[in-house]
């Protein structure tokens, strides 16, 4: 009898290897390299973001399961003579085009912050500071990571004149990966 109960699960194993079928899961960490951001006058500085490019995104972009965790991290640095609320929108095209705030606002969609930074100064964005600055932004750019994985975000603010960067500027995902 002490046989039989192995026997059973055995037939399973065998029967699931003969099919390839294995159920996989597990969490992966996406780095994407946003580089240093300039940000002057009433412009916008925009980011292309092909995640098709890194290679844990590649090898596992058909089992995404879901966006477990997501930050935008660098340096941010005040410039300009004004106190500003940076914020970074998302838009759907592989290459940025867009020059001015209010196009990239009819076009995209917020995807983080406002992050409130005073005049002359920085600050360093730290993991749990950038996740509450994700609102409605995170289910679209969970399509996005989900879809094709090429977006652009830009860095803007809507404060008058203004002159800022964000510098090492990185968008670290951790992604729920389910395969069979």
């Not at 970074?88 to 409130?116: I, N």
Request: proline share 3%; glycine share 10%.
């Amino acid at each position: 009898m002490k046989n039989m109960r192995w026997f059973v699960p055995s037939l399973t194993l065998a029967a699931l290897m003969a099919t390839g079928c294995f159920l996989i899961s597990g969490q992966f960490l996406i780095h994407f390299d946003l580089g240093n951001v300039n940000v002057v006058a009433s412009g916008v500085d925009g980011v292309g973001v092909d995640l098709n490019t890194v290679k844990d995104y590649s090898k596992h972009k058909d089992n995404l399961k879901d966006l477990a965790d997501i930050a935008i991290l660098g340096t941010f640095v005040n410039t300009g003579v004004n106190d500003i609320d940076v914020e970074v929108w998302l838009v759907d095209e592989a290459t940025p085009s867009l020059t001015t705030p209010g196009a990239v606002m009819a076009g995209g969609v917020r995807a983080w912050g406002p992050f409130k930074l005073k005049a002359g100064t920085s600050h360093t964005i730290t993991w749990d500071e950038s996740a509450v600055l994700f609102g409605a932004g995170k289910a679209p750019l969970l399509a996005q990571i989900k879809g094709d994985g090429i977006f652009t975000l830009y860095a803007l603010t809507q404060s008058g004149a203004y002159a800022f960067q964000i510098n090492n500027g990185k968008l670290i995902a951790v992604i729920d990966v389910a395969a069979s």
